[in-house]
């Protein structure tokens, strides 16, 4: 491979990654624009997320990447498996919302956030002692298909996640654009005092954060599984601190600025890994992080008008 | 039982408090001697180690307020630096150079078949101070961009500062060796004795060592730097127009917190006698934490308890609970009883005790402050009634008297994005003088006394006290200079005392540092005794409004009162010029009038004022100057009466007098 | 005093508190149907408590507030805008990284998007023709007085029988002062009630029916607009002088 060839796969990879991210980001940054708490549970249920893909695509009968599905069923049961997956995601961060984070909502201080990682702790040991340490191989059934991008190749798997989430982020940002309860998101995290005086209910709005949140976490998940072959009760740390990373360095809140985020890591990390060596990306990432926090706190797009009128 | 409780109902409470300290120490002293068993000696001087990762954690969460998610990344600097220096992972050449050192007793000289070589041999008891001042620098280093941050970006930042750390003693194999970690630590020495790899040297020194750091943290939090840290945790805003150096302070918590971590690391690698990258892991910083939690966010004896608590529950009484089910399953005949595992379990048991604790009972198991009873009607009238005025005013002494103007402000323009809230506005205040500012709403004057206070920056214009530039100084530097305020919307420190409340306020006159905090040498005491006599005193020019009051935590107390306390906290920064805003909102006419006449008396004495009313009798009584503002900007000057005829303001006020009697 | 039958509005003694700051006390208002109703009063007395009581974000600690004779005092915000009460916030409150026509959105939230959203907002259009030239900025990028027309339009495109204003003229220039009060007429004679919270006591009384006079949290007077333009002692309370022996 020539270097070019080299970073151009380290660039095919990267959008894989980056994809990922975005989709995790934006759960962090629905919630944190509505309620300006970092969900720490949004780190395990990615990984939980994995696990139920894992499971749902288990019940198709499907283990490791022998058995090869095309065509119809291939659709099928990848549909199906998104379905089942953010569905129980999404049901997974509203039950934590409403009862776990509900109560806690007049409260000042950290208290909010110190529940998130207890719940993010409670995830990941409850899947540590109910599946063990050792990772699990994550059924595969795309093609093994792939393409010459001049030197670079070009995996169908990879195609495939390029395109689930910028579906899905297609879908979401129609949502938030364009829906009455989108609308209704959006003026609760610009003024909640006010929304709530335009009639909008604002815990339901709250729990649609959390749910849209925690599905796209769920499907950021399955396409972990999909990518690497593999999950383990070990995956929410690093992959949520970088959707952390990914959601502030496009501006914490800002939906449009976490796909970007997104993005931008997943390059950052697939690319810096290849020049500096994977071991550091860890540090390349948090650097970035607090290289942003600190000079750029408004992150990449920021807010696109102050505050209060 | 009974009778038991009964017969220790009789003695006093700090009697009893030193009674159950004492008791406290027997027992950990005979501990080892009749409880022959090394495991269980051993779990002891685990929770020692926790208890003071905890206590170092608590002056960073529970007394400053900083949630600190990678506090186990100073853990692992302590450790890995006395690891480093005591075993057989970095062997330079031995040269002459190292000679001296070797005298010291810091390095020997070794060989291992081929040239010879340095082998470190620092002192454990050496390495406890510098591994402390060593993490502390690393907290300072990596305080000094992070503290600026809101809390929760803080908590994310060190978060992935906690991750960074295991990381990096993975990777720097050739200093740490890697995932395998170090081997041939040394044991510590005293007098020539080695600690060997028995239990119970460790037990006593790690009891020491929770000692030593209880008596540093209680003498901290009972301090001029621990009542900063609180006042920081409570309002920060507040805490910096009171005179607390921000950045400084919690530099200062971050940097103690880390110390106690660095000092636990040296203690926690001795006892090991090795250390890998696993043992600093987030789940060492979430268990401090949830430690901290369990125990009380900043409750000292709390944070122990909760250290203890935890340490303990996973080597006793998990283990046994394992054991009783699976013994109740081998007599039921339940297969899951006889395979479950508590033990394992032990991180999920830490997560549901966080959310318990947030859910059910955030200040811990022993709150740091306890809610004061409320007072009898007696204990309510103890102190002198005040009728229209302060009492014993000649106690807080007379203001210096300057001559001319204490407050100068010129052309002062501030905007937030597009909109301007004060265009232009020029004001003085004469040395001596009252000058009042009024208003409608929105019409800027509580931005004026940001921008005073140095809250809001100003776009224009400049702002001079005592004829030298405030413009661009912190708030802290500010208040220094003699500038305090009160505020609108009432920033008290809501879980403080009356008393620490008006204590902070006095932070920028008194000079205790952290060191003289610990040492609390005669000096320290002199200036404590007298701060605390000038805040009693300052609380008594309230009469029986707030001398009775003095011990409970504003967050109980009356409107009125709470207005009072801003006042009295106000006055104990020793001010030449008060600002106050809207002192009398929210008051019935009483103790408005009540109020006013206090304003009037400190006025007397020579203090400079600068005031925002809305009720114009309380500013013609006060004022000799009546500035008025509408839209940002002054519309009329003058003294109360002619202001108050002014067409101009009773338009402003009114609204357009022209319209309404068209349409009449 | 309205005494009519067709009343819409009626607080009957209602307490509030802010933690243990005794804000609204034992306050009652009647607001006749089709009236323009002021509440005057000088800073802190309870104004803006007034407009969240109604609206539902401040719940009384005693007494009733009914619309259209039923109770509604334990009802959330949500149902009240549905039952027909709209707010024009303190100081417009837009949601400012919304577009104009995404805040007028926002105001018809609590109705269907049909044919009567489309009539709402060609009225809102006829009665501001400058928030239709501006329906695609960004609503925080407006001045302060477009930006009260907004909030305004907002209000109508609930299609509310009663609207409660706070302060309308906070802030806003005299020209636009003036324009908001003309429209303010426009709408009531289209048939909205209007309860105002206003500083501006002239300009409020030159258009209301009635007011009333808050002071520390009670009503110290009332009566038809004309009454209280004509009492030399609106003017000492709006201003929040203390009738206290020996006060200046």
């Given amino acids: ?309 | 039982m009974i009778r038991l409780r009964r017969c220790f109902a009789g003695i006093p409470a700090a009697r009893r408090r030193q009674l159950g300290l004492l008791a406290l120490t027997v027992f950990i002293l005979v501990f080892p001697l009749v409880h022959d068993n090394d495991a269980d000696i051993d779990s002891m001087a685990n929770a020692a180690a926790y208890a003071t990762l905890a206590l170092g954690l608590n002056i960073v969460v529970g007394f400053a307020g900083l949630l600190d998610l990678g506090y186990a990344a100073f853990f692992a600097i302590g450790a890995y630096f006395y690891g480093v220096f005591t075993s057989f992972q970095v062997m330079p050449l031995w040269s002459d150079g190292w000679a001296p050192l070797a005298m010291l007793g810091l390095v020997e000289k070794i060989n291992q078949g081929g040239p010879d070589l340095v082998h470190f041999t620092l002192s454990f008891w050496l390495a406890l101070p510098a591994a402390a001042l060593l993490a502390a620098g690393f907290g300072v280093l990596f305080g000094a961009p992070t503290l600026r941050l809101r809390g929760d970006y803080l908590a994310i930042v060190t978060l992935g500062f906690g991750e960074i750390v295991p990381i990096v003693a993975r990777n720097a194999e050739s200093v740490t060796n890697g995932a395998a970690g170090l081997n041939g630590v040394q044991a510590p020495r005293l007098f020539g004795w080695n600690f060997g790899v028995d239990a119970t040297p460790y037990y006593y020194a790690g009891m020491v060592l929770v000692a030593l750091l209880i008596f540093v943290s209680i003498r901290l939090r009972d301090s001029r730097i621990g009542r900063a840290w609180m006042a920081i945790r409570e309002d920060e805003v507040a805490a910096s127009a009171m005179g607390i150096d921000l950045v400084r302070l919690k530099l200062l918590a971050f940097a103690t917190g880390a110390a106690f971590a660095g000092a636990t690391g040296v203690f926690y690698v001795a006892k090991l006698q090795t250390a890998t990258p696993e043992m600093f892991g987030f789940p060492v910083s979430t268990m401090v934490l949830v430690m901290v939690v369990l125990g009380g966010m900043g409750s000292v004896w709390g944070v122990v308890l909760g250290a203890a608590v935890l340490q303990l529950l996973q080597s006793w009484f998990l283990p046994d609970l394992t054991e009783w089910c699976h013994a109740l399953g081998a007599l039921v005949g339940n297969a899951w009883l006889q395979r479950v595992d508590f033990v394992e379990s032990v991180e999920l048991i830490f997560g549901v005790i966080l959310v318990a604790m947030m859910l059910f009972r955030r200040e811990g198991l022993i709150p740091a402050t306890r809610p004061a009873p409320a007072l009898s009607f007696a204990a309510q009238h103890v102190a002198g009634v005040q009728r229209g005025g302060f009492v014993g005013l000649e106690r807080i002494g007379q203001w210096p008297k300057g001559g001319g103007n204490a407050l100068e402000i010129s052309g002062l323009t501030v905007r937030f994005g597009g909109l301007t809230a004060l265009s232009n506005v020029t004001l003085t205040v004469p040395a001596g003088g009252v000058v009042a500012v009024i208003g409608p709403n929105g019409s800027g004057k509580s931005t004026l006394f940001n921008a005073i206070t140095g809250l809001v920056p100003a776009q224009a214009g400049g702002i001079r006290f005592e004829g030298k530039d405030i413009l661009g100084l912190k708030p802290h530097d500010i208040l220094r200079r003699g500038v305090a305020r009160t505020f609108q919307n009432i920033r008290l420190f809501p879980n403080l005392t009356v008393l620490e409340n008006v204590l902070i306020g006095q932070h920028a006159r008194l000079a205790t540092g952290p060191v003289g905090a610990v040492l609390r040498l005669p000096r320290t005491r002199a200036e404590e005794a007298t701060a605390v006599q000038r805040a009693i005193d300052i609380i008594a020019l309230f009469g029986n409004r707030l001398a009775p009051r003095a011990g409970q935590t504003v967050s109980g107390l009356s409107y009125a009162n709470r207005r009072r306390v801003e006042v009295a906290r106000a006055l104990a920064t020793r001010p030449r010029l008060l600002l106050l805003d809207e002192p009398t909102a929210g008051m019935n006419p009483a103790e408005t009038l009540e109020l006013a006449e206090q304003i009037r008396s400190l006025h007397r004495l020579g203090l400079t004022i600068l005031l925002i009313e809305h009720k114009l009798d309380v500013v013609t009584r006060l004022a000799d100057t009546v500035v008025v503002l509408d839209h940002g900007g002054k519309i009329a000057e003058g003294p109360p009466d002619e202001v108050r005829r002014n067409e101009q303001v009773l338009r402003a006020y009114l609204g357009r007098a022209g319209r309404a009697a068209a349409d009449a | 005093m309205h005494d009519g039958g067709d009343t819409i509005l009626r607080f009957e003694d209602v307490n509030t508190y802010y933690g243990d700051l005794h804000v609204l006390k034992n306050v009652s208002y009647t607001i006749g149907r089709g009236e323009i109703v002021s509440l005057l009063g000088g800073n802190a007395c309870g104004k803006s408590t007034t407009m969240k009581t109604i609206m539902g974000v401040v719940r009384p600690v005693s007494g009733r507030v009914l619309f259209d004779g039923a109770e509604i005092q334990d009802l959330p915000t949500s149902a009240r805008v549905r039952r027909g009460i709209a707010p024009v916030l303190e100081a417009r409150r837009l949601f400012p990284r919304m577009t104009v026509y995404e805040n007028l959105e926002m105001g018809a939230y609590t109705r269907p998007k049909g044919a009567e959203f489309a009539q709402d907002l060609d009225r809102v259009y006829a009665l501001f023709p400058r928030v239709q030239e501006r329906r695609r900025q960004i609503a925080g990028t407006l001045s302060g007085g477009e930006q009260q027309m907004v909030a305004i339009g907002r209000a109508l495109m609930a299609r509310p029988r009663l609207i409660c204003m706070d302060e309308p003229s906070m802030g806003l220039s005299p020209l636009y002062v003036e324009q908001v009060f003309d429209i303010i007429q426009q709408i009531n004679a289209q048939g909205t009630t209007i309860f105002m919270v206003e500083q501006n006591a002239s300009m409020a009384l030159s258009i209301a029916h009635r007011g009333y006079v808050l002071q520390t949290g009670q009503v110290v007077l009332s009566g038809t607009a004309k009454q209280l333009r004509e009492n030399p002692a609106i003017r000492e309370a709006y201003l929040g002088e203390l009738q206290v022996p020996g006060a200046a």
Avoid at chain 1, 4 to 21: E, H, K, P, R, T
Avoid at chain 1, 77 to 100: H, P, Q, S, W, Y
Avoid at chain 1, 239 to 259: D, Y
């Fill in chain 1, 1 to 309: 491979m020539t270097t070019f060839d080299l970073f151009l796969q380290q660039v095919i990879n990267g959008l894989s990654l980056g994809a990922m991210y975005a989709l995790l980001a934006l759960g962090f940054t629905l919630v944190y624009g509505i309620l300006e708490l970092i969900n720490f549970s949004h780190f395990n249920v990615f990984m939980v997320g994995s696990f139920i893909a894992l499971w749902t695509l288990q019940q198709f009968g499907l283990s490791g990447q022998e058995t090869i599905l095309v065509g119809l069923p291939l659709a099928g049961v990848l549909l199906a498996a998104f379905a089942v997956t953010m569905l129980a995601t999404g049901a997974i961060g509203v039950g934590i919302e409403r009862f776990l984070l509900r109560p806690l909502r007049n409260v000042k201080g950290p208290a909010a956030m110190i529940t998130t990682i207890g719940v993010s702790y409670i995830l990941f040991n409850l899947i540590l002692l109910t599946v063990g340490a050792d990772s699990k191989n994550f059924p595969n059934p795309l093609p093994p298909l792939a393409f010459a991008v001049g030197g670079a190749v070009l995996r169908l798997r990879e195609v495939l996640i390029w395109i689930v989430a910028t579906l899905l982020m297609l879908a979401l940002t129609f949502f938030v654009q364009r829906t009455k309860l989108g609308k209704a998101m959006r003026a609760t995290a610009q003024d909640p005092e006010a929304a709530r005086m335009m009639g909008v209910e604002v815990d339901r709005v709250i729990m649609t954060a959390f749910f849209l949140g925690s599905a796209l976490a769920g499907a950021s998940g399955l396409i972990f599984g999909l990518y690497y072959n593999f999950t383990s009760y070990l995956i929410g740390f690093n992959a949520g601190l970088r959707g952390f990373t990914a959601a502030v360095l496009g501006g914490i809140g800002n939906v449009p600025g976490a796909m970007l985020g997104g993005v931008i890591i997943g390059l950052v990390e697939a690319i810096g890994g290849q020049l500096i060596g994977t071991a550091w990306a860890d540090v390349i990432i948090f650097a970035i992080l607090v290289l942003v926090l600190v000079f750029r706190p408004a992150g990449l797009l920021g807010r696109l008008a102050p505050d209060r009128s």
